[in-house]
């Protein structure tokens, strides 16, 4: 069965702190993707990457950064957490192709 | 710029009625299109999808969506809803133009006992 895993399910940070969130698949897929998700704006694309440490911004990158040292694992840091930054975030990997994403369960981090 | 539009971002049925959520996207051009479905406070699960071949697509519980090049639409449809239905919707697509997936912002299906 295939997965896309990803470190917390939530998380509680204090504004300023700096967050990571990990993800890992085991499909060795090339591509890997960072999503934020609030209630009626959809998924927002923050940072993708088609190869180890290649990285490409999204739509809303700002106030992130990413790290793909390995081909299964893509990691998101907020380098100073702020309150709006509080949302839901949801890891995805896909081939080269992109003929599917898979999700991991998602990252509720709440910035306090 | 690319672009997905779900017109709908409620959509209230009662159980056993018929239901479509429309989907359009910006460019019919070298197309891979999905719906996926997300419950609450999990990751998107894909319903279905198409990458070539047939118009008609049939995927998981029930669900179908068609292909109109068109139109460039892909509306998901069941015939007969089940409570269970209750979900967010998300319709995607990817061009082979670029790398990444677009999404619409979803549609909220409540299935009414």
């Known amino acids: 069965d295939v997965k896309v895993t990803q470190s917390s399910r939530y998380l509680v940070k204090r504004t300023g702190e700096k967050v990571f969130l990990e993800c890992v698949q085991d499909?060795?897929?090339?591509?890997m993707f960072w999503y934020r998700q609030d209630p009626g704006l959809g998924l927002r694309l923050i940072y993708f990457?088609?190869?180890?440490?290649?990285?490409e911004k999204g739509d809303i990158p700002e106030g992130y950064s990413v790290s793909r040292e390995k081909k299964e694992r893509f990691s998101l840091i907020l380098e100073s957490a702020s309150t709006n930054q509080t949302s839901m975030y949801l890891c995805?990997?896909?081939?080269?192709?992109?003929?599917?994403?898979?999700f991991g369960q998602g990252t509720r981090l709440t910035v306090v | 710029a690319q672009s997905v539009t779900q017109l709908d971002s409620q959509v209230p049925v009662f159980e056993e009625a018929p239901v479509e959520l429309r989907c359009n996207y910006s460019?019919?051009?070298?197309?891979?299109l999905f719906w996926y479905v997300q419950y609450p406070n999990q990751g998107l699960q894909l319903l279905l999808k198409?990458?070539?071949?047939?118009?008609l697509v049939k995927g998981i519980n029930g669900f179908e969506a068609e292909f109109n090049k068109s139109q460039t639409s892909f509306h998901l449809r069941k015939p007969s809803v089940h409570i269970s239905d209750t979900a967010e919707y998300f319709c995607?697509?990817?061009?082979?133009?670029?790398?990444?997936?677009?999404f619409g912002t979803g549609t909220s299906l409540t299935v009414i006992p």
């Open positions: 499909m060795d897929h090339e591509n």
């Open positions: 198409y990458l070539s071949g047939s118009t």
């Open positions: 460019s019919s051009v070298s197309v891979y």
């Open positions: 995607a697509v990817s061009w082979n133009t670029g790398n990444q997936f677009y």
């Open positions: 995805a990997s896909s081939d080269l192709l992109n003929t599917e994403a898979f």
């Open positions: 990457s088609y190869d180890v440490k290649m990285k």
